[in-house]
């Protein structure tokens, strides 16, 4: 009986100092503010960090343990209440920028993201001047923070489009900061191929953060930013030379590398030419689509403006669009557009013309690209023939500066008749070759004059040398016959 | 001489007493010794001058001063104007020619003391001369206003203007303004065509009397001989004949350096353009340049480049007044030091010449 009293009693004792135990163990915070159906703290208990066993005092400082409300949020003793402006990233630094805790947690994220923030376009100083202008919690929220993998996180690839329009859609907001920034860019990303994808459950189409990046993002112009002009084509290879990846997509994977060989790509790339188009300034950025057979003229014809308007008003224009070709593609090519030689016109085995135009099939226009390819020939020929000139008169030392700044005209007559080739109309384009010829002509006859001005001189120099010479012989020998003649006086 | 000829000098000499004249040149001798060959170069001096006053005229005709204009009218001169491309051309080998024969003819001067008395009015004259030929080059440098002068230009009087006090108002009045401007290219254009020539026609002319009315100068060693066993030859027709020969060679040689060496009129001057790679400043200035170059930026409290002009101003003045300070050659005697001094000037301007040209 007496054991089991002692039995009893030592039961009693476990199980009230299990109770008590579990009592310590409860979050004394989120036991009020949950009573209390606060709102942060109803939304904390999903918080992946909650599930990491932190607590609102982690972050908010104060006492977890005392059910006493004065105690538990006394400022004296280090409750901070809410964390403002940039308290509230360092707060989360102080976790996410130290390796040691986070590998104490088991993450595996990186730990610069504090780092990289502020090296980004939003680690800029507010208007406020006290604060950058995005914390952690403008992207991630406050409380509920669920992995970046998980749908209900804000920054889930189907929501982050949503989540950074909160800012980005606000002109009133924007215009804070860069009021030339558009503010419509989620409207056309809905329109676009990978908002149109994302926006029916395809998480792998890019959003926001595929391009710009996430704590790293900088503006468009700075040239370490992922979508700046250089840098773009590989930010869109990242997905789109991803055989892999894209899979299932059904679209080539070789643009970037064709385009790295492009006239384009070589200007942007290699030359560093910034005025050279990158990926979206022919498929849009964020309303990117491929342009369609209609509408390449018009995509190209925003820079190459004259070509496309010499090809709306020429007969091709009306034959192309019957057979639904498009128009600039149809010769030179897409991605891998080739630096433009004249080989492309004719009916050569380079030529593109021929490619329509056979001679049994369509003589007149296979004469016309015969035609035009001899035109632009004997240009070149002339060009290179009066260049030839110039530049032997130079090297012998003639003046012929006016001459060499003619050929600058001949160099003009060529680049336009490749232009006025977009015309498709033989006569136009003899006109502008002629006028070209004709000024070669000129050139390469200045250059033989300046040639045979240089024999004459040589020959001027030999026929005075020779009067001098003479004259020196002459005056050498009369200066000895005086000598003598004087001598012989002397002598007398 | 034929009788026309003769009628015609008798024609002058009625009005002009030509016979005085060629009297007094038959009675004037050459001295005849081993550096005889060095009295040449005076007269070759004074015929690259004539080439440049007749080349310079002809220039004048076409030639349009001013930043618009400048430029585009050497170039017309150079490819449109007949024989403009040779007279343009010995112009500028005649200039260059000119200066290296004043040197030549200054230290053939200086190693045979024939500047002592009474010969030191010669000197000065030929001296200020020199100076003078200096400044035409200069000037003459930036007509064309290409790029390299434009530079040299600029290089050249920003260091006339780091001489303390008086360097500022000689570098805005040389340039007409603070910067190298058309402002500066019309008075450098003045100073070319009226100022220098004006001045160095009215040297010219003291210091051709005075050779004449003092004769050439005897080498010292004439001092110490019997007048007897020296030998002479007459002035007229002898010296002047051989002189005439030489002048010939030296057009010949003028003309073999504007055919086969003809002058670069280069690229236009662009006062927005960064300075082209190796301006240099015309050979005769290149030592001094080159000097200035090596010179360290500060000795002791003084600024570097503003010790190295002082030096060279006062070493200038020096030369200048040689014929005062070196009395033992007025005495007759053989002044070794100014030998020493002349030498150490040759071989310190030949060596900094060549290491400018080359680096």
Redesign the interface.
Known sequence: MASLKTYLIISAACVSLFQLAGAQRKDQCSTCHETLGDKPTLLFAQDIHAQKGLSCADCHGGNRNSEDFEEAMNKSKGFLGVPKGDDVSKMCAGCHSNGERMKGYGSRLTTNQWETLLTSVHGKLSTTGKEHIAQCTTCHNAHGIVSVKNPVSPVYPLNAATTCSKCHANAAYMRNYNPSLPVDQLEKYRTSVHGMKNARGDAKPAECASCHGSHDIRSAGDAKSRVHAQNLPATCARCHADAAYMKGYKIPTDQYAKFTKSVHGVALLQKRDLAAPACNDCHGNHGAIPPGVESISKVCGTCHALNADLFSSSPHKKAFDERRLPECETCHGNHEIIAVTDKLLGVGPDAVCSRCHSEAENKKGFTAAQNMRGLIDSLESSKNHATALIEESEQKGMEVSEARFKLREVHQARLESRTMVHAFNEQRFREVVEKGMKTAEAVSQEGESALEEYIYRRMGLGVSTLIISVLAVSLYLFIRRLERRQAGTTRV | MNSLGKKIYAWIDERVQLQNLVQFLGKKYVPVHRHSVWYYFGGVSLFLFLIQVVTGILLLLYYKSGEELAFESI?YI??KVQFG??VRSIHSWAANLFVLSAMIHMFSVLFEKSYRNPREITWITGMLMFFLAMGFGFSGYLLPWNELAFFATKVGTDIAGVVPFIGKPIMIFLRGGEDVTGATLSRFFGFHVAVFPGLFTLLLGVHLVLVQRQGMSEPLEFEKTPQASHKTM?FF??FL??D??LW??V??LL??LA?F??W??GKKADAFAPAPAGIKPEWYFLFMFQTLKYIPAQILFIDGEVLGIMVFSVAGFLWLVIPFWDRKSSRGENNRFVNYIGLFVVIYIIVFTIVGWLL
Do not use: G, H, K
């Open positions: 170039q150079m490819s491309w040779l007459p027709p002898n004949l051989r005439l020969l010939l060679l057009l010949n003309a073999i055919v060496f003809p670069e009129l």
